[in-house]
C-alpha cells in the first residue's frame, strides 16, 4: 500500500498546529504515494510499528492508498477511511524463505517487542520456551500463549494479524488452517 496525505492531512501539518505527534507528523510529511510501509519502517524501528501508525492514520483520515487513485476507473473525489480494507491495510508481502526456522526467529524477535519492557518475566519465560522448542507442535504451543498475551495487550485484531504472518511464514506444506 503506498500511501497519501488526505485534505486533512495537509491542515493538521500547518504551521502552528499540534495536535498530532512527532512519528504521526513524521509519517504523513513522507506520505507522497511512492512511499509504503516497509519505507517508513526504518523511521519507527521496524515495519510493524509503522504498519500500526499508519493504521491509525488511515482510520482517523488523514492517510489513503493512493493506488486507487492510479487506476484507470475513476476513484471518489475523497474516499472513507472505513472504504479501504483492513487486511489491504496489514497485508504483508513477505517473499523470504517460509520454514519453521524463519517462524521461530520471529516467534523470538515478537517476544523481545511486545514482552520484554511490559513483562520482563513473562517475556524469559517464552524465550526459554522457544529455546526448548525443537518441533513444530511445541513451537506453535508457544506461538499460541504469545497470542493469547498479545491478544490481552493489544486487542484481537492485532493479534489475528500476527497469528495470519505466522501462517505465512511456515512452509506452504505444514501450514494449518
Known sequence: ???????????????????????????????????????????????????????????EGYLLDSRPLRSAVPAPARQAPEAIPQAAIS??????????????????????RMFVRRDPVLAGQFRETLRESRDRE????????MLGEIEKLAGVERAASIRDRILRLLPAEEAVH
Open 1 to 59: 500500500m503506498l500511501f497519501i496525505k488526505t485534505e486533512k492531512a495537509r491542515q493538521k501539518l500547518q504551521p502552528g498546529r499540534r495536535t498530532l505527534g512527532q512519528r504521526e507528523r513524521a509519517l504523513l510529511l513522507m506520505a507522497d504515494g511512492q512511499r509504503s510501509v516497509t519505507d517508513f519502517g526504518e523511521l519507527f524501528g521496524g515495519r510493524d510499528e509503522a504498519g500500526r501508525v499508519a493504521l491509525h492514520l488511515v482510520q
Open 91 to 112: 497485508a504483508d508481502t513477505f517473499d523470504g524463505k517460509r520454514s519453521l526456522a524463519t517462524t521461530r526467529m520471529f516467534l523470538f524477535d515478537l517476544c523481545e
Open 138 to 145: 511445541s513451537m506453535l504451543s508457544v506461538a499460541e500463549a
